[in-house]
């Protein structure tokens, strides 16, 4: 092992994060190579910098004019440059202002800075490099994301172990959840939330998010060690006044010695950037109590990101950065939002005066998605019907479930939309 890797090690001896460290987790570190020794350079190298592996011309990176000309709004550097391997600075701190603003329950907790991935989905696989090993269990919903399956399964081998999303009062299934965990075998635990929820649109109400806590709580007290990994993807989308309107994140950071709260964001949905692929990962944990433990996990989280993709788009963290101290940001957001809330309202009232035999509507009351569960037929010759037939285009998650992206279709055209879906169903 490295001795960078072994000390890193050392300084989190104690902690929750040293605790569910996998094998390659404790082997990661940041080198001090080429990034390290660039980065010095930047700083004291006043007269000729040699030492990152790009090409300059008056001392700012070569950019071809066809590339600089769609990118007009920003200097060579922000545009073509290597971004910093945790991303650019300013950036990660507007993130962490942002989300204090956007989750009053993070006030006087303490959580790391974030650090910029390549997207949600690096900063799943950055998450499983550093927690997932054959001594780990997954849990989550029935109803999820394919990717963790690809991620934790498929790549690392590990166990899922799942439970249905909706209980029989249609309300998110907590006692599916703690029945999870009773059924887990190892004592390291990694349990993914995923609000607003894909595939059905669900954020849990007030008191389910209270349930939700106090039972990976009580897990926790009971001796098992757990990373509660927040994927936020959706963050900010919420419709229903009644939906929990802050990331569980929040009551996990300080929620348990033996609990590491990780959460994983950007702006792939939240600021309408789905191709710019800037996303965050961000730490908390009520034993990552000291600035030499939290620099440790970041250090090991760097050594994720620089062994995978070395380091997210300068461009694209440029960009965003820009807009977010762009005067009209936030009116050009509510814009954007009040769009898509005119799009959930249309879902809403089509679905409550349109009651199908073959069809019901999964709560929904926040994200992108309504998810039809399918009653006497199959949900994927319904798929092909209409995309066939119809040229509409749907998922369908096994037999029983369709999801519909209404956020893809403008607000006059929902009725047509779901309507297509009810006689293509009525038909089948």
Known sequence: MHTLAEQLNKDLVGTVAGDLLSSTGKNLYFPKGIVVQAQEAAAKATRYNATAGIAQSGYQPMILESVKSSLSGLTNREAVNYAPTGGIPGLRSHWQEELMVKNPGLKNKR????????????????????????????????????????IFQAKHELLLVSFPFFDHNNQFHCNGLKQAISRAETEKLIIILNFPHNPTGYTPLKQEADLIVSIITEAAEAGKTIAVICDDAYFG???????????????????????????????????????????????????????????????????????????????????????????????????????????????????????????????????????LKTTGIDAEKLRQKLLEEKQIGTVSIGPDYLRVAYSCVDEPDIDELLTEIWNSAEEL
């Not at 800075?113 to 997954?138: E, Q």
């Not at 760097?302 to 960009?319: C, E, F, K, T």
């Open 237 to 371: 989308l919420f419709w229903d006044p009644g939906a929990f309107n802050e990331s569980l994140f929040c009551r996990f950071a300080d929620s348990h010695e033996h609990v590491l709260a990780v959460k994983l964001d950007g702006a792939t949905k939240e600021d309408f950037a789905w191709g710019l692929r800037t996303g965050f990962i961000t730490f908390a944990g009520k034993s990552l109590s000291t600035d030499i433990q939290s620099a440790a996990l970041e250090q090991k989280t760097l050594g994720a990101i620089r062994s995978s993709i070395s380091s997210a788009s300068m461009a694209s963290q440029s960009l965003l950065y820009k807009a977010y101290t762009s005067p009209g940001y936030h009116a050009e957001k509510a814009a954007a939002m009040e769009s898509l809330q005119k799009r959930f309202e249309a879902v809403k009232k089509f679905t409550e005066l349109h009651p199908h035999r073959n069809l019901a509507a999964l709560p929904f009351n926040s994200g992108y998605f309504l998810c």
């Open 111 to 150: 959580f790391s800075l974030p650090l910029v991935t390549g997207g949600i989905t690096h900063g799943i696989a950055v998450s499983a490099d550093l927690f997932a090993d054959k001594h780990t269990t997954v849990i989550l919903p029935d109803l999820s994301w394919e990717n963790y399956s690809l």
